[in-house]
């Protein structure tokens, strides 16, 4: 049974009325970083003399050596960085790396950047512990390695035993 033509233009603007509102929904108000599958953003975590960890979306280039680097969702990222933003570690950004600092995270968003190091202070130390805390979430949440110069969906591959023809 086909439904009536009245009855058919109603579904289908109650349909596209249902999508729009499930579509306006999901942008939160304190948003700060918008993350696009054409505009490069990335997290790092930087020690001071040990390995960087690198998570980022499709867009982010290819990771030097010596950096760990993830790839993730842009979904993903996006879910990330908006609880960020809800718990305050935008607001406890400082404008550039300390000199000399033990640990710095770096949020790059194409040419934005924010940082977070351990500071003297317990303000400083606990927005810095908050900003790892998520950091690390995201990058061990992360399957998919891609080495310095690698291409992530062909090493996951290689590494399940996948061939590819040539």
Same mark, same amino acid.
């Given at each position: 049974m086909?439904?009536?033509?009245n009855?058919?233009?109603l579904?289908?603007?109650?349909?596209v009325?249902?999508?729009?509102a499930?579509?306006?929904?999901?942008?939160?108000?304190?948003?700060?970083?918008?993350?696009?599958?054409?505009?490069?953003?990335?997290?790092?975590?930087v020690?001071?003399n040990?390995?960087v960890?690198?998570?980022?979306?499709s867009?982010a280039?290819?990771?030097?050596?010596?950096?760990a680097?993830?790839?993730?969702?842009?979904?993903v990222l %996006?879910?990330?960085?908006?609880?960020?933003?809800?718990? =305050?570690?935008f607001?406890?950004?400082?404008?550039?790396a300390?000199p =000399?600092?033990? %640990?710095?995270?770096v949020?790059?968003?194409?040419?934005? %950047?924010?940082y977070?190091?351990?500071?003297s202070?317990v303000?400083?130390?606990?927005?810095?512990?908050?900003?790892?805390?998520?950091?690390?979430?995201?990058?061990?949440d992360?399957?998919?390695?891609?080495p310095a110069?690698?291409?992530?969906?062909?090493?996951?591959?290689r590494?399940?035993?996948?061939?590819?023809?040539?």
């Amino acid at each position: 049974m086909v439904p009536a033509p009245n009855l058919r233009k109603l579904l289908s603007i109650a349909f596209v009325g249902a999508l729009a509102a499930c579509s306006s929904v999901d942008t939160p108000a304190n948003r700060v970083v918008v993350v696009t599958p054409d505009v490069a953003t990335t997290i790092s975590l930087v020690p001071r003399n040990d390995q960087v960890l690198m998570v980022g979306n499709s867009a982010a280039p290819a990771a030097a050596a010596g950096v760990a680097q993830k790839t993730v969702e842009d979904a993903v990222l %996006q879910a990330k960085l908006d609880a960020m933003a809800a718990d =305050g570690s935008f607001a406890a950004a400082i404008p550039s790396a300390p000199p =000399g600092a033990s %640990q710095l995270i770096v949020l790059q968003h194409g040419d934005r %950047q924010w940082y977070w190091a351990p500071g003297s202070t317990v303000e400083g130390r606990t927005a810095y512990l908050r900003t790892w805390t998520h950091f690390q979430a995201l990058f061990n949440d992360a399957a998919n390695y891609r080495p310095a110069g690698g291409d992530a969906l062909r090493d996951t591959e290689r590494r399940a035993g996948i061939r590819r023809k040539p």
